[in-house]
């Protein structure tokens, strides 16, 4: 009786509840259209955190270099003379007026190519021994103090050996960089291997996973974190490497730019190609993190 | 006599390190039948988890051997699945992926591409996670990823299922769910399992013996008792089951009487 009582009165309820529902469906659009402003205003407010003090810095330091370099004896160029004898090399990066004069964004790509081959082999090869080393015991023994002696040859060492092998610029390039990446992949792959943790061993053990399958789906994926950072350094020093490398051996890329550009004395442009030459740095660096953190998503440790 | 379906044969284990050895477990000798549920109980640091990686493979014996359906035990294997205490799954795979591995692993010769899914479902379905099969290990809750462990496990359709303190990570009322989980399962497949444990009631409520091993180093078996309960068995109507209480009181007795651990403090 009391229950019935009780349902009676949760209906009566609900029909004194339905207009002010029915009044919630009008202001519906109204509602949505609010919180979409107000989600804006933060996302426009983080851009502004992050983006305003990094441009004011590179205002200040602007303004200094321009009152620095202004003077009637100052040796370097002040910005307004960059702009004035370089405008065309920022503004139009892809120009194409003959095989030697051609836009920074061009050579930029060649470097880039160089990188791409000889960073890519450094990866895989690196990757490969540093899991050698890191599974097996004797491996690490035989091969760790060789490669802790090679790894602190500078890149630039191996230049005329690389000369004298290839017997070509491309082929040295590309083995200067490849030389120069190696080592951190090697390294930080190898810890990675070691610190699988033992139960994902048993795991691949009784499953009797091969040595193939062991390594694609427990070793990489458990080492990934590690071999990110690896590929992270090596993605950096190949960057350092190829300027200097290109320097010598000639050619189209960026680094033969700026030492063309020395030997004919354009300042300006070379502290375009500079600015080029750190904005791609800065880029391949967050791309090799950006696809490290999409790979690892799941490696966490729980 | 025909052969026992699995036999541990005067096992011994010493570990080396350098000079010093340490010999853990001395001639175990124990014989288990097809569909028996066996839990093995003692102090901590006994060596019961090393016997049980000697019954997977995962540790080598120093002296005598594991035998199964005849045939000696040497190397891991799937017919032999473990369901590990920390539930080792793999952290980058989902759900769906990590039962997969071991399902395309054991069956990939023998079974189509769409009957691993259906066995893939069908055994996560049976720990009640079909629902979750696309989730990764971070975001499901202890309870669940041991779930998980126990289905990977029970999909190598194994021919003796090994449990590695399964639920001693769990709290108490996730931990009660698993076990009726695991009675459901057992009283289902009737497979054989091994489960090592240090909760009394955990082993008197799953098993069909107890073994109880004596305190390490150079442990043995104490005493089997054999648990001679109906099945099924209900946790409430335990409670009050003499039988119950008196096998109960049996492992008690041998853990803090007879053997009691000394080191603990």
């Not at chain 1, 015991?137 to 500078?154: N, Y």
């Amino acid at each position: 009786m009391g229950q019935a009582a009780l349902k009676s009165a949760s209906t009566g309820a609900e029909v004194i509840a339905l207009p002010a529902s029915g009044a919630e469906v009008v202001t519906l659009p109204h509602a949505t259209g609010k919180p979409l402003h107000e989600r804006l205003a933060p996302l426009a407010k983080s851009v502004l955190v992050n983006l305003v003090p990094p441009l004011i810095t590179v205002a200040l330091i602007l303004l200094f270099w321009q009152i620095a370099a202004s003077g009637p004896q100052s040796s370097l160029p002040p910005p307004t003379k960059i702009w004035a004898e370089a405008k065309d090399l920022i503004t139009e990066p892809f120009f194409w007026a003959g095989s030697q004069d051609i836009g920074l964004g061009w050579r930029i790509l060649v470097s880039l190519q160089r990188v791409a081959i000889g960073f890519g082999l450094a990866a895989i090869v690196g990757i490969l021994l540093g899991a050698l080393v890191g599974q097996s015991v004797w491996a690490m023994r035989g091969l760790d103090p060789v490669f802790q002696v090679l790894r602190t040859v500078p890149p630039l060492a191996w230049l005329p050996l690389s000369l004298a092998a290839f017997r070509d610029s491309q082929p040295s390039a590309i083995f200067v960089i490849f030389i120069t990446a190696i080592w951190p992949v090697i390294i930080n792959t190898a810890v990675g291997i070691r610190n699988i943790p033992q139960d994902y061993r048993n795991v691949a053990q009784v499953l009797r996973l091969n040595q193939v399958e062991f390594f694609f789906k427990v070793m990489v994926p458990s080492a990934a974190p590690y071999i990110f950072t690896g590929l992270r350094i090596g993605v950096g020093l190949s960057w350092l490497a190829i300027v200097a490398a290109e320097m010598l051996t000639g050619g189209v890329g960026i680094g033969f730019f700026i030492w063309d550009a020395w030997n004919s004395s354009r300042l300006s442009d070379i502290i375009v190609a500079l600015v080029y030459i750190g904005v791609v740095g800065f880029v391949l660096d967050r791309v090799v993190a950006f696809v490290g953190t999409i790979v690892t998503r799941g490696t966490v440790v729980n | 006599m025909s052969t026992p379906y699995l036999k541990i044969d005067h096992v011994e284990k010493t570990f080396q390190r350098g000079a010093a050895s340490t010999n853990v477990l001395k001639d175990i000798n124990l014989v288990i039948d097809k569909g028996e549920y066996v839990s093995v109980i003692g102090h901590s640091g006994c060596g019961k988890s090393t016997l049980l990686n000697i019954v997977a493979g995962l540790t080598p014996v120093t002296e005598g051997a594991v035998l199964l359906e005849g045939k000696e035990v040497n190397a891991p294997g799937p017919e032999r699945a473990v369901v590990f205490q920390n539930h080792s799954l793999l952290p980058w795979l989902s759900v769906y992926d990590n039962v997969a591995l071991a399902v395309n692993k054991v069956f990939g010769r023998v079974k189509s591409k769409s009957e691993r899914h259906d066995w893939i479902m069908h055994n996560l379905d049976l720990v009640q996670m079909g629902h979750a099969k696309d989730k990764r290990p971070a975001e499901i809750s202890g309870g669940m990823k041991q779930r998980v462990g126990i289905a990977r496990g029970l999909a190598m359709e194994p021919k003796i299922l090994l449990l590695d303190e399964p639920f001693g990570a769990l709290d108490a009322l996730t931990r009660a769910h698993l076990q009726d989980s695991i009675m459901q399962i057992h009283a289902a497949l009737g497979n054989t399992m091994i489960m090592i444990t240090h909760d009394v009631d955990e082993a008197v409520l799953l098993s069909d013996r107890i073994v109880m091993m004596t305190n390490g180093p150079s442990a043995r078996i104490g005493e089997v008792l054999d648990v001679r309960l109906e099945r099924p068995r209900k946790r409430l109507d335990l409670v009050s089951d003499r039988t119950y209480i008196a096998a109960r009181e049996a492992v008690l007795k041998f853990l803090y009487e007879r053997h009691r651990f000394v080191e603990a403090a």
